[in-house]
């Protein structure tokens, strides 16, 4: 299995993806977020690469059932029902719902991939269920971390090293480029104190000084939910709800 | 200082740079060549980011006095002079001759950089040398890692950790960004053994395949040379040769 991390946007183009099995980064938030949100019942999540397209998404869905959400420079965007809080993706407000999603540098990356073949998505919190996943399905992976405005995020990176670490546990053969050594490296240098690498992040500190510290806790708490996201469509479920087009899928949980 | 690491030059367009002291990084090999060929007595480099332009160029300096040199994937252009191996760049080859140099990744970054205020030229051998300039010129720093193809490189992104390594050792007061504390850690972990290091990158097996292994011991010794190059006008001359131009490096030195 070989394993590329792509540490930005920026580097690949829309059409790299195609036929890929790629998993998106975006611990601070949006990865996390969207993890939350399905473990909590979420019906679905509709990623979506501008605002603008969010409100036309939003405009075409039934009233009651769906939820227009996101941020723009970590603040909830106004007339949004939530921002990108993971804490705010409660059961009693996303159960059933389809949530329709706009952040700034997450459901961006999201958009970008979405010539897949599959496209799961990771945050430290569900690591060890995707990893699982993935040794499954045993395909080559690209790693693409959202990044910070299309500029390295080290949160994202220490996340690819953390899952790289999780298959390398469960036994995988794996082959790793230059960067998917360097996520490794900086996970097993890095990753011990989840808090504080996560404070001392650009992005980490941008976020405490706009009062989202315990979305920092909460981002940084490892393995607390079993939840697998996997765009199918153009939409974000829990896998395995198996859509029948994704026959590679089907066919591994089958084997 | 604040210190920020490009790690490919996709990351930044040419505007970026202006203004700024930057540091361009290609291990394998163009900044290894260019700091030997300075140091063995080459009166300037020309980097190109063409063959075209670099035939060109040639086209209109004297003959005899100017070497035509660069690579393509890994090998010597066919009509060119020397290669990009840093062991052709001998005294008796290069003394006194301006060289125009194509490399696949490291002068295309020079050139895009070429708007920086300063632009200084780092690899293994020079790293000592450079910290010293640059703690004296106590200006922040972007340091551009040539990359590979667009794509991460750990060799270039080791040499960004160590030179940052040694600014902290000279008791320079360092404000890191995500990227350059990922590439101090990353030269701590992976800088120690530098010829294993080279040799397990994606370049470095690359250029051990193609019979360049005398090239790989090269490039991983620290400090054998105090050469730091940088870019004035278009060459790449020894510093501190200085150029009226640069008035702002003037001031430094004469201070």
Chains 1, 2 share one sequence.
Do not use: W
């Not at 792509?6 to 690949?12: N, R």
Request: with cysteine; aromatic share 6%; net charge neutral.
């Amino acid at each position: 299995m070989k394993i590329n991390v792509l540490f930005t946007p920026i580097i690949a183009d829309e059409l790299y993806f195609t036929g890929k099995t790629t998993v998106v980064i975006d611990v601070l938030r949006a990865s996390t977020s969207i993890v939350a949100a399905l473990q909590n019942g979420a019906k679905e999540i509709v990623p979506v690469a501008t605002v603008e397209f969010a409100v036309k998404v939003s405009g075409g869905m039934f009233g009651g059932q769906t939820l227009l959400c996101g941020e723009r420079n970590s603040k909830k965007i106004e007339g949004f029902a939530l921002g990108n809080s993971p804490l705010e993706y409660s059961q009693e407000i996303v159960a059933g719902k389809s949530i329709i999603l706009f952040t700034t540098n997450g459901t961006k990356a999201i958009v970008k991939a979405k010539f897949s073949s599959a496209l799961f998505i990771c945050s430290f919190t569900n690591i060890s269920a995707l990893a699982k996943q993935l040794a499954m399905r045993d395909k080559d992976i690209e790693i693409q971390c959202a990044g910070n405005q299309n500029n390295f995020s080290l949160e994202d990176t220490v996340c690819a090293g953390k899952l790289i670490s999780e298959l390398e546990k469960i036994n995988c053969e794996l082959y790793l480029s230059d960067s998917a050594k360097a996520a490794l490296v900086l996970s097993k240098s890095l990753g011990k104190n989840m808090h504080k690498m996560l404070s001392e992040t650009e992005h980490g500190k941008m976020l405490l000084e706009n009062g989202f510290a315990e979305d920092i806790n909460y981002c940084g708490k490892l393995n607390i939910s079993s939840s697998v996201p996997y765009l199918t469509g153009n939409v974000i479920k829990l896998f395995p709800e198996i859509d029948p087009s994704l026959s590679d899928i089907k066919e591994n949980i089958k084997s």
